[in-house]
């Protein structure tokens, strides 16, 4: 699989989803500084955590109007995998991607903790290594980060089985008590109408390796790299 | 202002008068925050060399080599009286300012640490502090990427006035890449890059200078500057690009005294011509002071050769960045400004950097011990108030703020040091020192911050490979402060030479007392410590093991938490047994415990609490001093197998298990349930937290 991680001026977990393709999973990354724009073909665009342009007026919303952003919505409209990760998620819903927005934790402070997430969907590219209702563990970090989605969008997503996570307690109940931002229905990954983007608040990239505290993360990667090898 | 003193010795020298550029030059940089003036002296007698060190105390940050293949950047800095009068911009400001010195150096940052001292939390405006303090951290090292790994949390009223905000910042560089802050060659070009400079932040070093009045908030506030972390991570990339092309040969940041300082800091192996017009400006009509002196934030200064400039420049623009060439390196020993066509300073930089007069304070000792008299409550009611004092109780609610995964070299935030995953090595982090012990006994007290910063590694298995410090005290002019002063660092030095660990950096904050609340803060010798070792993960202890402590208590309840919720009064802590801590280290490295804390604030209890929440336990003698005495070198262990312990000087406590922790001392037993417990370690989180 070769990956193209977008690179934007306030990226601060590029390096770190390129470390785990390469180091952890043995794919290819290019880093693409956002100037230069997609220059060839991949199998896979990765929009990675951290602050693009300060976040500024709003998480995402500048970096959703750069020329790269059109590079990426034709690629995925090509049905190249794009998976957004935090201000990646939110780059990619500001940028229509997919439905919904994310918005400032419902307690409005910076969060950073480990979270429980069920895993809804295993179809996709993403998730199909994870099983029904599997219950995993992943690093959250991030102010704005609840996603929102009005009520016949939502019934729409979750009759296309689009919602890939929900936060959940240990035991994988989605409670309220068990939702640290807020978010509709406890929803922090979503997928795209034809499941090949990904959406998602919780970092898989720091859940690759047991020596971080958790492996769970590693197999959105991996899912990834056997969809890309078998298609 | 710059003293008549001063003035007159400057006279003398320059056989003239000076002009306003010059004036206001010397002001900054003879301040005590660049200077260094009243504790220079005091400063030689540390330790500061060792095997390890590259580069010690002076420049930027130092150096210190942590491998064959990394070495580790590492600076600490304090950014106290901006945080009191603007806390958010303040506190997030304090993280930018050491991040460049280690991006200055040549080196990507990789992790820091927060210290902070505040009043009691029973005020509303220590609340309002301690609320955007963190937030001014979180937001700023959040967004360009740098994980905090630990910090200490101090709550006592000597603060009230005066937040303390110091800053521990870490980074990584190759030993054969290190850029050092001292221009190389004359006919070399100054570039300076990064923000454009605006009227904020003039003044500042000499602000810190000096202690807070009843109105500075609103005085003040032009001194205090704004920080932009967007701009800062481009910083950070930009530096990290331009360094990598080998034509970068020193580099500064702008922090105190801006570009002047800068400027004539990193120029005074040689001399340089500044032209002040060309700096990028923000705002039109600035005069040359205002160019000179703002403490604009986010703004770098390198060394190139002349052509070099076009590459140079066109990685700051890659990064959006402003870049201008504002000057050269001179052969001459001098400091020259040029203005509109004018020279506005022209000055032997010597005199300009390196060339204050030290100035000596009258020392006094004084004794603040009072006599122990024993708490009328009852022990179970202690141990509630004891765990629920802030500095016992969880810190989530301000770490969960903090971005600590960011880079993916964090294995463990705690419960005595983070620590960090680099070249198959673990890399640790500990900061603190207790200032109400330092207070008591400033020389044992400040001896026994170093060894337990040591213990804290001991529980790791860690050795500490060398030492910050930033030095916070109240004003010197009182003869008990100079005093203070004289026997905290003596004590500090005395530690290090045992412990054979070097002091690399740091800074010195004076002068932190206020008008308004009548208060001079305890003395706070804050240090950051690093400690190398190997990579290990603990299980969590299984039931049936046995818990012991190792050590010597004695009755130390002066300064301890316990004395803070009930006043009892009693004797500081005399110095630890070094012995003790090498012995725990030792046991560590050799696989023997299931789980081990080094006992501080709170004693064995909050150790307790902390590794066997469920446990029994029977403690012997008064069990007011055995729960809740601080004494130095102690450590709770939890053992499987008794035996190695043997020839250890040690007390078994108990056994790990059970439904609550349950502690039985004579006839009496005492019980706390985990709800007890949890709801002591709410504290913070219910003062803070409004839904």
Known sequence: MRTAVIQFGGSNCDRDVVHVIEEVCGADADLVWYKDGLNRSYDAIILPGGFSYGDYLRAGAIAARTPIMGDVIRAAGKGTLVLGICNGAQIAAESGLIPGVFTINAYP??????????????????????????????????????YIIPADELARLEKEKRIAFRFCDESGNVTWTANPNGATGNITGVLSEKENVLVMMPHPERAAEEILGSADGKKIFDSMIAYVEES | MLSAEDLTIIRSRLGRDITPLEAVAFENLWSEHCSYRSTKALLRTLPTDGENVV????????????????????GME????????????????????????????????IALMDPLCFGTLDSE?????????????????????????????????????????NVVAVGVVDPDSVITGRVQKPGNRLVLYGSRTG???????????????????????????????????????????????????????????????????????????????????RE??????????????????????????????????????????????????????????????????DLLVGGTPACRWETKPYSAEEPFRRPEEDIRTLCKKVLSHPECAAKDWVFSQ?????????????????????????????????????????????????????????????????????????????PEIAWQIEESILGMGEMCRRLNVPIVGGNVSLYNESDEFETRIKPTPMLGVIGKGDLRTFAPPQEGATLALIGRTEPDLGGSILDCVTGCGGPAPAVGSVETVQTVRDLVRNGGLAAVTDLSRGGLLTALAKIAPRSSVSIEGDPVVALFSESYARFLVVVDDRSILKGIPHTVLGTVGGDALRIRSGDEEVVLTPADLREASRTITDLMRID
């Open chain 2, 125 to 165: 405006k220590t609340r309002h502090l301690f609320e955007h303090v963190v937030s001014g951290i979180g937001d700023y090292g959040n967004c360009i990427g740098v994980p905090v790994v630990r910090g200490d949390l101090i709550f006592d009223e000597s603060y009230q006035g005066n937040p303390l905000v």
């Open chain 2, 78 to 109: 304090s950014h106290n009286h901006p945080s009191y009068v603007d806390p958010y911009d303040g506190a997030a400001t304090g993280v930018g300012g050491i991040v460049r010195d280690i991006i200055s150096m040549g080196a990507r940052p």
């Open chain 2, 199 to 281: 009227r904020d932040g003039l003044g500042g070093a000499s602000f810190a200078s000096r202690d807070l009045s009843e109105d500075s908030e609103a005085e003040d506030r032009p001194s205090v500057q704004v920080g932009d972390p967007y701009t800062e991570k481009l910083l950070i990339e930009a530096t990290m690009e331009m360094c990598a092309t080998g034509k970068v040969l020193a580099c500064r940041d702008l922090g105190a005294a801006g570009f002047a300082g800068a400027s004539s800091e990193m120029s005074s192996t040689f001399g340089a011509r500044i032209i002040a017009d060309r700096v990028p400006l």
């Open chain 2, 402 to 478: 903090y971005d600590h995964d960011v880079q993916l070299r964090t294995v463990s935030l705690g419960p005595d040091a983070g620590v960090l995953r680099l070249d198959g090595l673990a890399l640790h982090f500990t900061c603190g020192c207790n200032p109400r012990h330092i207070y008591l006994r400033p020389r044992e007290g400040t001896a026994n911050a170093v060894l337990e910063n040591a213990s804290n590694l001991a529980c790791y298995g860690a050795d500490p490979l060398c030492i910050v410090d930033c030095l916070n005290f109240a004003s010197p002019v009182h």
């Open chain 2, 284 to 349: 039109t009509g600035m005069n040359e002071i205002e160019i000179m002196l703002a403490e604009s934030q986010e703004r770098m200064l390198a060394e190139v050769a002349p052509e070099d400039l076009a590459a140079i420049g066109a990685i700051a623009e890659k990064y959006d960045l402003s870049w201008a060439d504002v000057g050269e390196v001179i052969a001459e020993p001098r400091y020259i400004v040029e203005f509109n066509e004018k020279i506005v300073c022209d000055l032997p930089i």
């Open chain 2, 55 to 74: 580069i010690g105390p002076g420049d930027d940050a130092a150096i210190v080599r942590f491998t064959d293949t990394t070495a580790l950047a590492i």
């Open chain 1, 109 to 146: 402070k910076f969060l950073c903790r480990p979270a429980y997430l069920r895993v809804e969907n295993t179809t996709s590219p993403f998730t199909r290594l994870y099983s029904e209702g599997e219950v995993v563990m992943f690093p959250i970090a991030h102010k704005e980060g609840r």
